[in-house]
């Protein structure tokens, strides 16, 4: 009940006329920007995030969330019309959405994928209004040193589910943690890492290597390793409306979605791969007409695209509650919380309630601006896929070095871009992934800070790490999440052998 | 032809060991303020640095035992074998030009020019088309920003005719 008049609360400040509009804005950039192909919701969201500053935080916020959920919706497009998922989110709806595409039925596809988005993310949001609080209640009990094991595993477990290489995923996260630590530290003052320069000693900005992360190694990569082969996009053809019969045969995948899709999301379990694949499965198996699944079938659009949204507002709840991003998109929010003086963790909630009810009303409605505006404008999005590609890499790069430098005005931080897109570039070339790096560079100094605080209250004795119940607890979890893979490679290898 | 292939991923396994070195260096040479207590700023970078050397080194052992990583597919066609260093100079060089550029000509300038050069070396083969679309470009993101966002953008030469 508590939770629910606080929303209500929540909605009262979030609903004015100039807050939809700033709404309405970020809905149409974040779609625009999604839409592009390459550029992931992460990507979107951090190159779009300097648009925000300049804007009070509850438009902030508002447009934010807005923006969100647009360059989810528009990387979906993507999927469908030109079977290039922008993230691994929308593999799946790349897989079965394009078949649905080629067989005339994009309009169908487009109207599943976004109808299952709306509800999947309302669900979703409904929860996360009902148990972060409650997490967050409990979060206080929780003592330095369990954050430091949850920040364990959590690494660890975006380190090993991403990629196909355990042991690249924790190079990707080492470097991360290093970058992390450039700069002054905020506890004693030393300095670290700086090499002399006084620019380094703030440290280096997060959404600086984000952007350059993504965008500038992108460019130089598809520049030096692909081939200039052209693409097929789809003609749209007619309105993005469902038959009845299509709708029939989608809500039931859109609640299993939902459902396998929101605890995936709460527990760090390496992002939206998981939960689209296990929607598709799951949908796959259920299905009368198996058969049809590779050659378009529509549950495995609306089951997966569902999933993928509800994981995306499960993440919400770990990071709000307990301040712990647990994908790149994850990691991309916390950032930009921060860039709007609120800290997510267990003292939000008391400290600025006002806040975090504004940001879930938030997302409510960028939620559904996005469902009145994409299904008529989708013809529009549509066309933005015809962008020929030297000019799409143009606009990218030339986006991402003004977001590097209108951060601080500073050229130091162009210089430290570059470098990061040659990292983007080395491991894109050597099957590295991404996403733990961002994780440690943000989780890094957060976890240093908790086993700090636990060793200076023990006195340095470091037993005091897996002192409480709680921490043994995570220890054998994290334990399991390091063994698990490596046992189940050992017997697929014993398998082959006979 | 696997030797050769293995060149380029024992220089990004060593250079992983070089930033842990790096970390490890500065780290013991790292000035701790007095006052910093029993758990200073050191114990973290050293665990980081340590954590970095041991995936180095097991990165190594993958290599040599024929492990090697697949570069990741794109969304822009297939991926080639062999890495095409001319268009990658190409848009690399055009990168570097924009930091040399932003404040001494202006964001105008700065971003025409790296916008030029990238789609050029993507292949853009109408040079005047190319050019007369990354001005405009410019123009509309610097107006758009700077008087439109409050965001402000260094003139640069250009700032005379304001």
Not at chain 1, 434 to 456: C, D, V, Y
Not at chain 2, 89 to 112: D, H, K, N, Q, W
């Amino acid at each position: 009940m508590n939770s629910f008049n606080s929303l209500m609360e929540g909605f009262a400040s979030a609903l004015t006329l100039n807050n939809l509009l700033f709404g309405l804005l970020g809905t149409i950039l974040g779609t625009l920007v999604g839409v592009l192909p390459g550029i992931g919701p992460a990507l979107a969201i951090a190159l779009l995030l300097p648009i925000t500053y300049s804007v009070s935080p509850a438009s902030a916020l508002i447009m934010f969330a807005a923006i969100y959920y647009g360059a989810m919706y528009g990387g979906s497009t993507t999927s469908i019309l030109l079977n290039t998922p922008g993230e691994s989110g929308s593999v799946i709806t790349a897989l079965e959405g394009h078949q649905m595409a080629k067989r005339g039925r994009a309009g169908s596809a487009l109207a599943t994928a976004a109808i299952g988005s709306f509800i999947a993310g309302t669900i979703a949001t409904l929860i996360l209004a009902f148990t972060a609080p409650s997490l967050a209640e409990w979060a206080f009990k929780v003592t330095a040193a369990d954050f430091f094991a949850l920040m364990l595993i959590a690494f660890t477990t975006v380190g090993t589910l991403l990629g196909n290489s355990m042991l690249r995923g924790m190079a990707s996260l080492g470097v991360g943690l290093v970058i992390g630590l450039v700069g002054s530290d905020l506890q004693s003052g030393a300095v670290r890492l700086t090499f002399g320069s006084l620019q380094a000693i703030d440290g280096i900005e997060t959404v600086t290597v984000i952007v350059s992360l993504f965008a500038l190694g992108e460019a130089l990569y598809i520049a030096g390793r692909a081939k200039a082969t052209g693409w097929s996009i789809i003609p749209m053809k007619g309105k993005a409306i469902m038959t009845r019969q299509d709708l029939k045969r989608s809500w039931r995948p859109w609640l299993r979605g939902t459902a396998i899709g929101f605890p995936l999301g709460v527990i760090p379990a390496g992002g939206s791969e998981v939960p689209t694949f296990l929607s598709y499965a799951a949908e796959k198996s259920l299905s009368k007409n198996k058969d049809e699944f590779g050659k378009g079938a529509i549950e495995g659009v609306a089951g997966p695209e569902a999933a993928n949204n509800a994981n995306a507002a499960g993440a919400l709840v770990p990071l709000l509650a307990l301040g712990l991003p647990t994908s790149a998109t994850a990691a991309v929010i916390l950032v930009a919380l921060q860039t709007y003086n609120i800290q997510p963790g267990p003292l939000l909630f008391t400290t600025n309630p006002e806040i975090v009810w504004t940001l879930i009303a938030s997302l409510f409605i960028g939620n559904t601006l996005l469902l009145l505006l994409n299904l008529p404008l989708v013809r529009v999005w549509a066309k933005l896929l015809n962008i020929p590609r030297p000019y799409l890499f143009s606009g990218i790069t030339a986006f991402a070095l003004m977001g590097a430098y209108v951060a601080n005005n500073a050229i130091f931080d162009l210089w430290i871009a570059l470098g990061v897109g040659v990292i983007g570039f080395a491991f894109r070339r050597f099957g590295v992934p991404i996403t733990p790096l961002i994780i440690g560079l943000i989780l890094g100094p957060m976890a240093e800070l908790q086993m700090r605080r636990s060793l200076q209250i023990s006195g340095g004795e470091f037993s005091a790490l897996y002192a409480t119940s709680m921490s043994k607890i995570l220890y054998v979890i994290l334990f399991l999440v390091i063994i698990g893979p490596l046992v189940w490679n050992f017997k697929k290898k014993l398998a082959l052998k006979k | 032809m696997k030797s050769k292939k293995i060149g380029g991923e024992l220089a990004f396994a060593g250079s992983l060991l070089i930033l842990g070195l790096v970390v490890l260096y500065d780290t013991s040479k790292m000035l701790v303020p007095p006052g910093s207590g029993t758990v200073g700023p050191q114990i973290f970078p050293y665990l980081v640095s340590g954590f970095v050397i041991f995936i180095s080194l097991g990165l190594f052992l993958q290599i040599f035992r024929g492990n090697l990583g697949t570069p990741e597919g794109t969304e822009f066609g297939e991926v080639v074998e062999k890495t095409d260093f001319k268009s990658l100079a190409m848009v690399a060089g055009s990168m570097l030009t924009y930091p040399l550029l932003i404040e001494r000509a202006g964001f105008i300038i700065a971003t025409s020019v790296a916008f030029f050069g990238v789609a050029f070396a993507y292949g853009a083969k109408n040079l005047l088309k190319n050019l007369v679309i990354s001005v405009i470009f410019s123009l509309i993101v610097y107006f758009t920003f700077s008087k439109g966002l409050n965001v402000g953008l260094p003139a640069g030469i250009l700032g005379i005719f304001e």
